[in-house]
């Protein structure tokens, strides 16, 4: 992996953008050691930023009265202009329509193919009450800009299943520039799930947790299975 830019984008929040945003560098990290560059526009809950395993630089880009300045976004989108490194992008709720409608006004996405960079955008779709508004942020994504796709589905045990989206009407009509779809696995809440709330709370990088005391072998075996399994789904993507 060369010279790439990953966008995470999704208009629902606490849909586990972190989360995408934590493997996919911690991926890039494993094909591409010391070419992971990361910046964390989340406004509300800038967990990403929160990585200390990670490369990772946050970007405040709200005013003091609570609206986004748009300007701030000049700062950070120069910066992963003049990168050379891979770079990994994580967005808030509150900053999915405003960074979209920079990106799209200042034909952002297609000056850095221009510049020879290969420009993805994440997005996930959720189960149960999330499914409906996941898949409009989908819809969006995909009619507003040409941009290679990689649809997430996260199949958090607590939402219910997603896999039936990739065979819906919606899916069919939106996925011409879709180039990978990258299943995040239901799994036993009392063990797994746990597992992964914790790593997830604690910010933490498989690399860290393999050579922590504080997760016992049967932990790290599970975490290593969940995100071996991400990785192993990630090298099928079209980069």
Known sequence: MENTVHFILQGKGGIGKTFVAGLLAQYIEEKAPSTLEGFDADQENASFGAYKGLNVQLVNVMKPDRTIDRKMFDSML???FDSRNNVVVDTGANTFSPLMSY???NDFINMLQDAGKRVYIHTIIGGGDNL???TAGFVSLARQTS???V???NENSAWGGTENFIESDTFAKNADNVRGVILLQGRTSDTFGDDIRRMNKER???RE???SDKFNMLERSRLNTVVKDVFSKL???EW
């Open 209 to 211: 947790i393999m050579a």
């Open 147 to 149: 941009c290679p796709l």
């Open 78 to 80: 120069l910066k992963i």
């Open 235 to 237: 090298d099928k993507v």
């Open 151 to 153: 649809l997430w589905l």
């Open 132 to 134: 409906r508004d996941t």
């Open 204 to 206: 933490l990088t498989l």
């Open 103 to 105: 990106l799209m006004e």
